[in-house]
Every structure is written in C-alpha cells, then in structure tokens.
C-alpha cells in the first residue's frame, strides 16, 4: 500500500467520523447541559430563528442563474445556485453587522 492510496482510503475514513463525532457533540452537548435551564434554549431557539429569517433574504433576493464556470464547478441545478447565493448573501450581511458592530463598540469606548 503506497502513501497516497494510505491518506485517501481508511484515514480519510477516520476524518470523516472524528468530524461526525465531534459535530454530533456540538449540538448535543448544549442540549443536554440546558435542559437544566429551559429558558436557556428560548434565547438559542431566537438566535436560530434570526439565521434562518436572515438565509431566506438571502435565498430570495439570489438569482438562480447558471453559467458554464458554475456547471464546472458542480453546480448544476437553479436551486443548488440560489442556495449558495442565499448562503453568501447572508454571510455578507452578518459580516456587514459585525463590522458595524466592532465600530459601534470601539466608537463607544473612544467617547467614555
């Protein structure tokens, strides 16, 4: 067995269950620590209500056209397009937020 055939076959394997583990742990680990402390969870509940609220702006406004560099790349379908547009809209506009963020935060400190 050579190297390369080695990191593409059962390591690769490995990675991919270490990240299933540790994805799995994420989510439940918040879960299971906030049970004790149900109102917890409502502030989550709202935070992942505002993500989607703020993915489907996105999702709307992104056009779902198709263009031969996307088709290379895999996109191949109107959806899957509008998707990764929604998705990147989305993270232009939480940038955009946290950035205002920074500057309101360092704006308020200058003034006290």
Do not use: C, H, Q
């Not at 742990?25 to 409502?42: D, E, R, V």
């Not at 989550?44 to 263009?67: D, K, M, N, Q, R």
Request: glycine content about 10%.
């Amino acid at each position: 067995m050579d190297l390369e055939s080695f990191f593409s076959g059962p390591v690769l394997i490995i990675a991919y269950l270490l990240i299933a583990v540790g994805a799995i742990a994420a989510i439940l680990g918040p879960i299971i620590t906030s049970l004790n402390n149900p109102k917890s969870l409502i502030k989550s509940l709202i935070g992942v209500v505002v993500l989607a609220v703020i993915f489907f702006i996105g999702y709307s406004v992104a056009g779902g056209e198709l263009t031969p560099r996307y088709i290379e790349y895999g996109v191949t379908t109107e959806s899957a397009s509008k998707v990764i547009g929604g998705v990147l809209t989305m993270m232009y506009l939480l940038f955009g937020v946290a950035l205002v963020a920074v500057v309101a935060g360092w704006i308020m400190k200058l003034v006290n």
